[in-house]
């Protein structure tokens, strides 16, 4: 089969300069601006990742340990609405206490080094109550979401209060708030916007960026507010017997389109546009492809119950950067929980007129790191990505996106290969995506590709062609310049860089199914070092084959310039149990367990057995109970010390590897400890007939009345093992029916819609002499055979049943690592 072809040209034009109303405070050190192609900072251009966290739906005593998990998974700006009702239930008493405490939220942001936006509303939606706007607002104002004098007063009253707290975290005053969005998904009130970014810079508040949500064709006042778009790989939104919806599966290919009609079309028909197709094109003219929502999971609805896993958000997230996003947004990063109300629950439902019914409690929104903190496989996918845009997202914003003269013919069309190249004139990354929900791709055999540059010759790759497995999804490097070692291939996805013995060490992923092959231009280098495999000399290269990806797959090439370089290509599981950060005073790469997760905390205290020299600082590995071990390269000049536990040092190709046993016990994480293992749950009450089917909004199932499960539910009394401490413990509910509520006394504390997912409840999260002394209630609704409902797969048919399969306690243990 002749190589897949595709052509890079010359740029017709420089990317503008200068063009718009942006600007940064003056004199900070690393000025933010926006070019017509690509964002800069400090004048070198820049790569955001955002990720979206609700922070009066958390624990504000777990923020700063969530927020360094999302550093870790490589997000550098937090965004976050700023939710209305969640502050202001009762007018005229706006509360920033406790959850609420929205300075404390961003100055944990500031402390560690993470940008901050705030998403200021006054509407939201967030599948809030009323997309955030409190009842009393509703009541009064005849036309919100207008410029109606009604409206506009205590939006300014709101927004001067949101000033108020957020005063001196602006980039004048070192701060961290990076941009500010106003309103949400409002298509066609382009005046009303410009009101509000006005209205909010007379109440103090200012950012180098203001910016708006762009789906669906909304207008928006010309060059004021920079443009984000969206993509989700599933909706809740649609209906329950829509199947799979077209401005989902769209995601899914490389294309140069931005827009998704399809985000919010249940409150803005899919056929209504507010923005005419000119406006469109000078709007991709004048700004960059940013993005504040690609779906890091999916919510589910009372109709609609969509299952998003991890391949799905990870080809995505490739996906977008393939197609030229330069500003990777993801919503949600983190899940959360909604908050009590005072008046009222304070979710999106039938009862205050929107169309979708959402579960009273759970936010967890299947993301990357789930409502209590878990860490999901996603998060896993998409810090791989990360980490390649923390070290190459200088060099790839700037590049184009360029597609193949041979493109898919149609949605539908799942024969032709989905691939894209972003370049320079000589250089570039490769994007594949072979992967997409509901229907597999299918494997395409004799794979390799030809791309021709204006400033350089084509590069022919791999030198044999290999098979691209379905589900595989992938980006590799075209001419990479590593430390003067130029690097013409790899089939294998760049990771990051670490410096180890002497030497920068490129760390790459290879991909399950396909082999590693290393093309290194032989002008750059007098010596190679194979460690597996064979190296030929061909065509003014050496060609590396053969290679077995681990941890001991380092290849050390002597550079013509006379420096040391290595290329270490990580196994496909491996790479993504990879973190890279600062710790003990070096910047290291570390491994951890599968299903384990590592933050790094420059601001911990000294450890109390640490060297006099040094301890600033640690690692942290949150793990399942048990032993653990973790591996680090380059490892530092004494083993580190953990608390409550002993350290066994061996070693693990190139890396050092440290096995952790003990109890582990530090009193800021809740100790250590066993105690996890099976539950009972003892059955009190067998479930009723299934409630009668009822239709709200838009014709769409509307989810069971409260009193159906004081009657008619199933109902199992769990008892809390004594000695089992609640900090750091899961209970974990496997079952079956529609919808399942748990209740300590009379307090619904968790829910969930059955979806086939497991029901994770956090016992820290529950009112803890209650639970000791009452114990926990789940209550199971089957659901109606009837009941026009979408739950996806196998799961559809487990509704009719409301019963409690299994239940365990989940134990997670934090490990507090300092230096030795």
């Not at 290849?555 to 040391?564: I, Y």
């Not at 008619?712 to 093992?721: D, G, R, W």
Request: aromatic share 8%; glycine share 12%.
């Amino acid at each position: 089969m002749p190589p897949l072809r595709l052509k890079v040209s010359t740029p017709a034009e420089s990317p503008l300069t200068g063009h718009l109303p942006f600007s940064d405070a003056p004199g900070v050190p690393d000025p933010i601006e926006v070019t017509s192609r690509y964002l800069t900072r400090g004048g070198r251009p820049w790569f955001p990742v955002s990720g979206e966290f609700h922070y009066t739906r958390y624990p504000a005593g777990e923020w700063e340990e969530e927020l360094l998990k999302m550093k870790a998974g490589g997000v550098t700006a937090v965004a976050s609405y700023l939710i209305w009702i969640h502050h202001e239930e009762v007018e005229g008493r706006i509360r920033f206490d406790g959850d609420r405490d929205l300075r404390r939220f961003a100055g944990l942001c500031a402390r560690h080094g993470l940008d901050f936006i705030p998403r200021i509303g006054p509407w939201s939606h967030a599948e809030v109550r009323n997309g955030g706007l409190p009842d009393w607002l509703l009541a009064r104002a005849r036309t919100p979401r207008t410029d109606d004098p009604a409206y506009l007063e205590p939006v300014r009253t709101w927004y001067e209060a949101i000033a108020g707290q957020l005063s001196g975290l602006d980039r004048a005053h070192g701060g961290p708030i990076i941009a500010i969005q106003i309103e949400n998904e409002l298509y066609d009130q382009p005046g009303h916007l410009l009101t509000l970014k006005r209205m909010a810079q007379a109440a103090g508040l200012s950012a180098p960026l203001w910016t708006s949500t762009a789906w669906g064709g909304v207008r928006l006042p010309p060059d004021e507010l920079l443009p984000l778009y969206g993509g989700y790989p599933e909706t809740f939104w649609t209906e329950a017997d829509g199947g799979w919806p077209d401005t989902c599966r769209k995601h899914f290919f490389f294309t140069h389109q931005r827009d998704d009609e399809g985000i919010g079309a249940d409150l803005r028909p899919t056929a209504v546009r507010g923005a005419d197709p000119a406006d469109l094109a000078t709007r991709t003219r004048r700004f960059p492809w940013a993005t504040c929502e690609l779906g890091g999971g999916m919510a589910v609805s009372y109709h609609r119950r969509p299952r998003v896993d991890a391949a799905d958000v990870g080809a995505l997230g490739l996906t977008k950067i393939g197609c030229g996003s330069v500003w990777q947004g993801y919503y949600m990063f983190h899940g959360g929980t909604n908050p009590v109300g005072e008046r009222t629950t304070l979710q999106e439902s039938h009862a205050t007129g929107y169309p979708n019914d959402l579960p009273v409690r759970t936010y967890d929104f299947q993301a990357p790191l789930g409502e209590y903190g878990q860490y999901r496989s996603s998060y896993d996918e998409l810090r791989l990505q990360h980490a390649l845009l923390a070290d190459f997202g200088h060099l790839v914003a700037p590049m184009e996106s360029f597609l193949p003269a041979q493109q898919p013919v149609g949605q539908d069309d799942r024969d032709t290969l989905r691939w894209a190249v972003r370049a320079s004139a000589d250089s570039g990354f490769l994007f594949v995506n072979n992967h997409q929900p509901h229907e597999a791709l299918p494997d395409h055999p004799d794979t390799s590709f030809t791309v021709e540059f204006p400033a350089g010759p084509a590069l022919t790759f791999p030198s044999t062609p290999v098979t691209v497995p379905t589900g595989a999804y992938f980006c590799w490097p075209l001419r990479l310049d590593v430390g003067g070692l130029r690097l013409d291939w790899a089939t294998a996805q760049p990771v990051c860089t670490v410096d180890a013995d002497g030497r920068t060490a490129l760390v790459l992923a290879a991909t399950d199914g396909i082999p590693v092959e290393l093309a290194l231009d032989e002008g750059t280098l007098t010596s190679v070092s194979v460690p597996s495999g064979q190296s030929a000399t061909l065509d003014g290269r050496v060609l590396i084959t053969g290679l077995r990806p681990g941890t001991d797959a380092l290849v050390e090439v002597d550079t013509a310039d006379g420096e040391r370089v290595g290329l270490l290509v990580l196994d496909a599981k491996t790479a993504r149990t990879a973190y890279k950060g600062v710790a003990w005073g070096a910047e290291r790469l570390v491994l951890c367990e599968p299903g384990a997760g590592v933050v790094f905390d420059a601001h911990a205290h000294v450890h109390p057995h640490a060297h006099a020299r040094g301890g600033q600082g640690e690692i942290r590995v949150h793990s399942p109970a048990g032993e653990t071990s973790l591996a680090v390269l380059p490892a530092p000049r004494r083993p580190p010390v953990v608390t409550g536990a002993s350290v066994r040092e061996s070693g693990d190709g190139v890396f050092t590897r440290y096995h952790l046993t003990g109890d582990g016990r530090d009193p800021r994480f809740g100790g250590g400890g066993e105690g996890g293992g099976e539950g009972e749950a003892d059955v009190i009450r067998a479930a009723g007939p299934a409630p009668e089917p009822v239709t709200g909004v838009l014709g769409r199932a509307s989810a069971p009345a409260d009193e159906h499960y004081d009657t008619t539910a199933a109902e199992y009394a769990l008892t809390v093992p004594d000695g089992l401490p609640l900090t750091g413990t899961l209970l974990r509910v496997h079952w079956t029916g529609d919808v399942a509520r748990a209740y300590v006394g009379d307090r619904l504390v968790a829910d969930q819609f059955h979806s086939g997912r497991v029901w994770d409840i956090a016992l820290d999260r529950l009112p803890a002499f209650a639970l000791r002394g009452e114990g926990l209630r789940l209550r199971v609704l089957p659901r109606a055979a009837d009941a026009r409902v979408y739950v996806a797969d196998a799961a559809a048919a487990d509704g009719a049943v409301a019963t409690i399969g299994r239940v365990e306690w989940v134990r997670t243990r934090t490990w507090v690592i300092g230096e030795g």
